[in-house]
């Protein structure tokens, strides 16, 4: 299947990918919960439903004892009520061991629910930066993020309500409903069965209608978080076209959607909880009924009518708690769904099975050999995007590719960064196709320098030493120096350790581009992707990149992707591409001999030149 074709039916396939059921939520998370391989966390779960059960049997023996005292107390013919000491001790001991038991469990489970919670964030996390490129630019940022925070909370969420709250108010309801048959009959077990299982089924039909208005809350508020960020990302633009206003419309319409989702969600709560609170009701009425003519009659204790309705009102507290419970429980594993989707999702570029690992940096290996053989590639099926480009970048060489917006030079530093496969055709990297290398080992050996360059929100410092971590402050100054950039910083109050703002935005083009740069110098790449590092820039800082740009370049095998052709005169080849294909190559001189396409271009931007 070609590989246009196979990028079509995976994006189907993702797009109409069923959702994912509540229990296949649930198996998704049991590895976590029960890791084959690590057995001190096993044998810690295990300890922890030991003593679930242990609490939840003092629990159903606490009211049995109060019944035991209240029938010690009454009097009997012919004497008066006798304090029942034991009994009440062993009552209040019974109490004690039911809460003791009760923290225990929760202080042996709080360290594994929370490291649990910690590696499917760091998985979730990794996973992201293994998916590929494509996948990032058809998501939002702010909502992936916020789908992992939302993820990594709920399986926090999950583990506490679902092992705290609902095993054990199910296992206590077995129980009580077990113990009533044993001491009463069969009709008191009966009216508690069915209370339970009414209150069980209305809460789990009810909360799955429920689930929906869920969703599309969350969708929403996603939405809005991403317009919100995606506005103050581009606070400059925002300015520069005076649309304040416009942006605070957009958030407000996500904004009163979501306040009509989020109050349609908690008028469904209102009504789901009064639902319960009343099965729970006409249960503990039926009850009393039955157990008040049995004391008429003779054949109940007040002890035991205490204790049957002790029960039931025991059944009462947490079953009611269970509702909210269960909604809390029904919406997180909306947000692990979630979660687990995004995990779900195929990284496209992988590393083929046993991958060749090149050397990096240049002080490891000489320069790089780059060939590109017919290559064919297209980002959809219906619009091909490079055509059978095939040149060669020999060792240390420096190759510029010049040509008209869409003509396919940004697509070649993806492909050859391999941020996607190529369609057809075959890019080597000294004699190895890359798909048969190492992605590290290959990104390690490229080193970029984009128009656009960002930085994180961080110091200068830390931005330049992004580019070989655990670099030393005196090769980070080098590269400053390198980079024409280092007597800017130390001017600067706060020297290498001063903060540059999201995305840079304290810095001037000119400053960003220089850090670009030193981060670069630092990495000590092999190949060298120059993709319009300048273009943005004016005159005169340009030179001065352009120097800087030149020292790096030294001994490296480069490759320019320009907008201004004066940058490129001294390349070694100079390719001019149209329409996905290499319409002139050569060198400066003999391409202005020529008289083609390459001649008019330099033409036209000399004009431009001159009647600035």
Known sequence: MPHGMRMAVTDKARHDRPERSAAATLRGLLPYLWPSHDPRTRLRVGAVCLLLILAKIATICVPYAYSRVIDALQPTAGRGAMMPLMLIVGYGLLRMAAAALGELRDALFAPLRYRISRIAAMRSFTHMHQLSLRFHLNRQSGSVTQAIARGTDAIETVLRVGVFNVVPTMIEALMVIAVIWRLFDWRYAIVMLLAVAAYVAFTIGFTSWRIGLRR????????????????????????????????????????????????????????????????????????????????????????????????????????????????????????????????????????????????????????????????HFSYHPDREILRGVSFHVPTGHRVAIVGPTG?????????????????????LIDGHDIRDCAQAALRGAVGVVPQDTILFNDTIGYNIAYGRLGATQAEIEQAARLACIHDFIISLPEGYATRVGERGLKLSGGEKQRVAIARTILKNPRVLLLDEATSALDTRTEQEIQAALHTVAANRTTIIIAHRLSTIVDADEILVMGQGRILERGPHRALLERGGHYARMWAAQAEEDAAV
């Open 216 to 375: 599309r809350m969350n969708d929403i508020n996603s939405e809005a978080s991403w317009k919100a960020l995606d506005s103050l990302l581009n606070y400059e633009t925002v300015k520069y076209f005076n649309n304040e206003e416009h942006e605070r419309q957009r958030y407000e319409d996500a904004q009163r959607r979501y306040e009509r989702a989020a109050v349609r969600t908690q008028i469904s709560l209102n009504g789901l909880n009064f639902g319960q609170a009343a099965i729970i009701a006409l249960a503990l009425i039926a009850v009393m009924l039955m157990a008040g003519r049995d004391v008429e009659a003779g054949r109940m204790t007040m002890g035991h009518f205490v204790l049957v309705n002790t029960y039931l009102m025991q059944l009462y507290l947490p079953l009611n708690f269970l509702g909210s419970v269960y909604s809390s429980l029904r919406n997180s594993l909306v947000d692990l769904e979630h979660m687990f989707a995004l995990m779900d999702e195929q990284a496209d570029i992988t590393d083929s099975p046993g991958a060749v690992s090149i050397p990096a940096r240049l002080d490891e290996a000489p320069a790089a050999d780059i060939r590109f053989e017919n290559v």
């Open 407 to 427: 003509a396919g030079k940004s697509t070649i530093s993806r492909l050859l960064f391999r941020f996607y496969d190529v369609t057809s055709g075959r890019i």
